[in-house]
């Protein structure tokens, strides 16, 4: 069974940074896109960055500049670094292997203005 598991979340200040990282287990992993969700209270969840298992990769328009998506094909990982955070980052981030429909179990990134 194919597990993916999520570290890096934590409390910051706005404008600080944050890095996410996922770690996916079984060969699945190079063969998907893989992607970072977040859902926030009361919202719906929502697709923030996505990469291709060659590299390219795609943003939600509002962390175009300052978030950035990577994946380690060798390492089986994906992260997603967040600069010049802001109070509207708040939100339970989620890693997700797209291609096989896999969620891992989220990761809280709370930022305090």
């Known amino acids: 069974q194919v597990q993916l598991v999520e570290s890096g979340g934590g409390l910051v200040q706005a404008g600080g940074s944050l890095r996410l990282s996922c770690a996916a287990s079984?060969?699945?992993?190079?063969?998907?896109?893989m992607a970072w969700y977040r859902q926030a209270p009361g919202k719906q969840r929502e697709l923030v960055a996505a990469?291709?298992?060659?590299?390219?990769?795609n943003y939600v328009e509002s962390v175009k500049g300052r978030f950035t998506i990577s994946r380690d094909n060798a390492k089986n990982t994906v992260s997603l670094q967040m600069n010049s955070l802001k109070s509207e980052n708040t939100a339970v981030y989620y890693c997700?292997?797209?291609?096989?429909?896999?969620w891992g179990q989220g990761t809280q990134v709370t930022v305090s203005s």
């Open positions: 997700h292997a797209e291609t096989t429909d896999y």
């Open positions: 079984g060969s699945i992993f190079r063969m998907n896109v």
């Open positions: 990469i291709s298992s060659g590299g390219s990769t």
